[in-house]
């Protein structure tokens, strides 16, 4: 049974930081890892998928990275804002197209 | 950009009653899907679908049906409230695609309380 998990579980940082978030997943035979930004109250925004067969993917100030072999990913932000203040999600698919496991995430403040 | 939505943002219920949640995408996508959101406990399937009329079970199915008769839309439905219930209910899409490429896009939520 897959299991990922997120560490922290909080985080606060200042303004224009840059900071890494890191999901840890049990098992590696995946077909892609997703990570999502919820606001409080709010649905899940897609942020950047990672495929299996992909080390990384950037968008904008995100960049996220992906080893299989040792089961982790992360996503890095880099000259962080206030506007970034969100809990980020990793959502592992592994175990059949359907099946998605999420983490419970990292909450995340950027302090001005 | 794909467009998920939920029909109601904050919803509340009496116990015993029955709820009908409410969820439609406009990409066309095959899959959609039910996860009820609970702090401490992340994001759990109750059910998806993978075409009109089809559905399958996910994690914790019990105390909840779906229906699925066309297919932008797909609906959660509790047959019974009850106060465990109480939880927000997240929709999502995803196109069936290639498999390792297909992102899930979510919807606003769904905030239930059930009295």
């Known amino acids: 049974k897959q299991e990922v998990t997120q560490i922290p579980a909080a985080l606060s940082v200042p303004e224009g930081e840059n900071l890494v978030l890191n999901c840890s997943f049990t098992?590696?035979?995946?077909?892609?890892l997703q990570w999502f930004r919820q606001d409080p109250g709010k649905g899940l925004t897609s942020l950047l998928l990672?495929?299996?067969?992909?080390r990384e993917q950037t968008s904008g100030r995100l960049n996220a990275s992906l080893d299989k072999s040792s089961g982790r990913s992360t996503l890095y932000i880099a000259a962080s804002q206030p506007g970034d203040s969100a809990t980020y999600l990793c959502?592992?698919?592994?175990?059949?197209?359907?099946?998605?496991?999420f983490g419970i995430g990292t909450k995340l403040q950027v302090i001005p | 950009d794909v467009k998920v939505t939920q029909s109601s943002r904050y919803l509340v219920k009496r116990t015993g009653e029955k709820v009908f949640l409410e969820c439609v995408q406009d990409?066309?996508?095959?899959?959609m899907f039910w996860y009820r959101q609970d702090p401490g406990l992340g994001l759990r399937l109750i059910y998806f679908?993978?075409?009109?009329?089809?559905?399958e079970k996910g994690d914790i199915p019990e105390g909840y049906s779906v229906s699925r008769e066309k297919k932008e839309r797909f609906s959660l439905i509790l047959e019974s409230a009850s106060t465990n219930q109480t939880s927000m209910y997240l929709c999502?899409?995803?196109?069936?695609?290639?498999?390792?490429?297909?992102?899930?896009?979510f919807g606003d939520g769904t905030r239930l309380s059930i009295l």
């Open positions: 990672i495929q299996s067969s992909q």
């Open positions: 990409m066309d996508h095959e899959n």
């Open positions: 098992d590696s035979a995946i077909y892609n």
């Open positions: 679908s993978y075409d009109v009329k089809m559905k």
């Open positions: 959502a592992v698919n592994s175990g059949g197209y359907q099946k998605v496991t």
């Open positions: 999502a899409s995803r196109s069936t695609g290639q498999v390792t490429n297909q992102p899930q896009h």
